[in-house]
Every structure is written in structure tokens, then in C-alpha cells.
């Protein structure tokens, strides 16, 4: 049953970062965790600060070397960009495993970000694309990369007074493939048992750039910079594909929960490292995209 609270609609950042500070209050955006704490008695804030009437949140701009995608962007936002698909792959991939297409649309990449949960889809392909927050406060803004984001299991840097802004997303040169691959018990609405995630660029068939990120494998999404490392500077086609899940695995802290035991995330780790590594390479050559969205495949 859900508790009295007092709700507040601030239209501008300065103001709900102030609202913020309020004892007990929570950010909303798009709501579909917190409603869900509330109504089983989870959670019972003190106060609502409802964001989704402040337009600098809602903004999305293309930069010389990035994206800015403002903290109130929908996952159904990149799930249905073709531009995205083919661009930030890994990034669309997770979005479009979030929830339901209605939780998709109304769920946000700020929110997916703030939750600070392991298992997050979004956060772990945006680690492949060294993103970084921008946070705001009523002092002015910040700059955290997105990998020092968190500092625990639903635990972030930001301060009492502070908002996710949004975050930026860096182009990656030609030749570069990424993927994301989450393993669930179950095909729809699931969170994932572990998610897996990796990006290479690739020029004159040698792995220039290398990125490995894993969720629900540790008490925060991660990247595995020893199996980044051993990946650069080798050709991709003298790769050693299990050496690499070895070291994502190596890198890896999985717990055993109700849901699943931390020997099996280990042996989900190693296979999809693999997968996730051999077809990110594919991609980086143009042999394949992905599998194509319906939307995708529609003219226009």
C-alpha cells in the first residue's frame, strides 16, 4: 500500500536540485522502479520530486566527438534509431532488452543509470563507449565518468544536492563493432542473470581499441580492463576467444542468489565473452550487423 508523500513538479534544474535536498526525497522520472517499491511497501519516500516537466533533461544533441542524451531519453529512443543500431550497437541492443516496449517507453536512461543496479542493460554497453555523466547541481555541473559512477549495489556519487543531467556517448572510429548479450531465464521482461558486453576496433585486421564490460557480475556493473588489454595489439583473427573469457571471467565477482549460483554466472560468463567477442569482431569488418529490428528493415 502506498504511503502519503508530498509531490513536487519543479520545471527547472535549479530548483529540483534545491527540492532535493528536502529530507526523504526521492527523483522520479519515469517511474517504473520506484512505483513498483512503493506500492510493495519498499520504499516510502517522504517526498516525490517529479523531473519529467524540466526540458534541459529532455535534450539530445550531436557533438563533434559524442551524443548528449539529456537523463529523461526513453530506451525506446535508441531502440528504434537505425542511426543507433549502427553506430552505438551495444548500446541499442540493451535498450531494446529493457522490460516491455511500455516500460521502454516511459523508463529513461537516467533513470536506468541512477538505479545503480548490476544488472542495469543499458550501463554496461555504455561503458564500451567511455561515457561519462554530467551531473548537475544548484553550485553548476560536473563531469564523472561513468565507470566511477557507482560506488556500490544502488549507490552513486551524487551528492544530495545533485541530478544526472545526462550523459555523453563518444563516437568510435570506422572499423569498430560492438555487442551486447544478456542471458535470462525467459525471453521477455526479465532481468538478466548476466549480461555481457564488448567492443573492438579494428585497422589492418589488428584490435586497436578493446572494451569488456559484464553485468551481474559483480556488485556493480564493470569493465574487465585485463581482458581490454590482452585483446589490444593482437590480430583479431589470432585471438585467443576463450583466454579472453578466462579473463572476463578472472575479473568477475558473481554472487549466488536465489536466482542463480556464481559457478553458473561464471560458465554464462566464459561462453558469452566468446560469443560477444567473435561478433563484435564480425561487425568491426562489416560482415555482419546484427539481427535486424523489424524497424530497421522497413524503407525509410
Known amino acids: 500500500m502506498l504511503s502519503s508523500y508530498e509531490l513536487y513538479e519543479p520545471h527547472t534544474l535549479q530548483e529540483a536540485c534545491e527540492l532535493k535536498q528536502l529530507e526523504g526525497a526521492k527523483i522520479v522520472a519515469g517511474g517504473t522502479d520506484i512505483y513498483v517499491a512503493m506500492?510493495?511497501?519498499?520504499?516510502?519516500?517522504?517526498?516525490?520530486?517529479?523531473?519529467?516537466?524540466?526540458?534541459?533533461?529532455?535534450?539530445?544533441?550531436?557533438?563533434?566527438?559524442?551524443?548528449?542524451?539529456?537523463?529523461?531519453?526513453?530506451?525506446?529512443?535508441?531502440?528504434?534509431?537505425?542511426?543507433?543500431?549502427?553506430?552505438?550497437t551495444a548500446l541499442s541492443e540493451g535498450c531494446s532488452q529493457v522490460g516491455s516496449v511500455q516500460i521502454r517507453q516511459r523508463g529513461t536512461i537516467g533513470g536506468n543509470i541512477c538505479n545503480a543496479v548490476p544488472s542495469a542493460d543499458s550501463v554496461a554497453p555504455?561503458?564500451?563507449?567511455?561515457?561519462?555523466c554530467v551531473i548537475a547541481s544548484a553550485?553548476?555541473?560536473r563531469i564523472v565518468?561513468?565507470?566511477?559512477?557507482?560506488?556500490?549495489?544502488?549507490?552513486?556519487?551524487?551528492?544530495?544536492?545533485?541530478?544526472?543531467?545526462?550523459?555523453?556517448?563518444?563516437?568510435?572510429?570506422?572499423?569498430?563493432?560492438?555487442?551486447?548479450?544478456?542471458?535470462?531465464?525467459?525471453?521477455?521482461?526479465?532481468?538478466?542473470?548476466?549480461?555481457?558486453?564488448?567492443?573492438?576496433?579494428?585497422?589492418?585486421?589488428?584490435?586497436?581499441?578493446?572494451r569488456a564490460a559484464l553485468t551481474t557480475s559483480a556488485p556493480t556493473a564493470i569493465r574487465v580492463t585485463t581482458a581490454e588489454e590482452f585483446l589490444?595489439?593482437?590480430?583479431?583473427?589470432?585471438?585467443?576467444?576463450?583466454?579472453?573469457?578466462?579473463?572476463?571471467?578472472?575479473?568477475?565477482?558473481?554472487?549466488t542468489s536465489w536466482r542463480s549460483s556464481s559457478?553458473?554466472?561464471?560458465?554464462?560468463?566464459?561462453?558469452?565473452?566468446?560469443?560477444?567477442?567473435?561478433?563484435?569482431?564480425?561487425?568491426?569488418?562489416?560482415?555482419?550487423?546484427c539481427d535486424t529490428p523489424s524497424w530497421l528493415t522497413e524503407e525509410g
Not at 555504455?126 to 561519462?132: E, G, K, S
Not at 535470462?184 to 564488448?198: E, F, N, Q, W
Open 232 to 255: 589490444i595489439g593482437r590480430k583479431a583473427d589470432e585471438v585467443d576467444a576463450a583466454e579472453f573469457g578466462r579473463l572476463c571471467c578472472e575479473g568477475a565477482s558473481p554472487r
Open 126 to 132: 555504455l561503458l564500451l563507449f567511455d561515457a561519462d
Open 145 to 210: 565518468p561513468l565507470k566511477d559512477f557507482f560506488i556500490g549495489p544502488k549507490r552513486t556519487v551524487l551528492e544530495k544536492d545533485e541530478i544526472l543531467k545526462g550523459v555523453k556517448v563518444y563516437k568510435q572510429a570506422a572499423g569498430t563493432g560492438s555487442r551486447y548479450i544478456k542471458y535470462t531465464r525467459r525471453k521477455a521482461m526479465d532481468l538478466a542473470l548476466c549480461g555481457v558486453s564488448v567492443l573492438v576496433a579494428l585497422e589492418d585486421g589488428v584490435i586497436t581499441k578493446a
Open 39 to 88: 506500492h510493495n511497501g519498499s520504499l516510502k519516500p517522504a517526498a516525490l520530486i517529479d523531473i519529467k516537466g524540466i526540458e534541459e533533461l529532455k535534450e539530445i544533441r550531436e557533438e563533434e566527438d559524442h551524443w548528449f542524451f539529456g537523463a529523461l531519453t526513453p530506451h525506446r529512443y535508441f531502440e528504434e534509431s537505425r542511426l543507433f543500431w549502427e553506430t552505438f
Open 263 to 289: 559457478e553458473f554466472r561464471l560458465t554464462l560468463i566464459q561462453n558469452m565473452a566468446e560469443d560477444a567477442y567473435q561478433t563484435a569482431v564480425k561487425r568491426a569488418r562489416g560482415d555482419v550487423f
Open 139 to 141: 553550485k553548476g555541473e
